[in-house]
C-alpha cells in the first residue's frame, strides 16, 4: 500500500468529525503538503499549486472554526 497523497489527508481532515482528532489531522495534512512542495524540485504545476493553496486556506480555517478542547 502507498503513502496517502497530500489531498487524501487533506480530505481526511475535512471530513473529521471527532474534534479530539482534528489538530492532528489538519497537522498530518500540511506537513503532507510541505512535503510535496520542497519533495520534488518545484515539479509542481500551476494547477496543483492552486490547489495547495486552496487546501492550505481550508486547513487555516479548520484550525480557526475548531471546537475548544
Not at 497537522?27 to 499549486?49: P, Y
Amino acid at each position: 500500500m502507498s503513502d496517502p497523497t497530500w489531498h487524501e489527508l487533506y480530505s481526511a481532515a475535512v471530513l473529521e468529525f471527532d474534534p479530539s482528532k482534528l489538530t492532528e489531522r489538519i497537522e498530518i495534512a500540511r506537513r503532507a503538503i510541505h512535503q510535496r512542495l520542497v519533495g520534488h524540485d518545484g515539479s509542481v504545476g500551476a494547477g496543483e499549486r492552486e490547489r495547495i493553496d486552496d487546501a492550505l486556506r481550508g486547513l487555516w480555517f479548520l484550525a480557526k472554526r475548531r471546537p475548544a478542547a
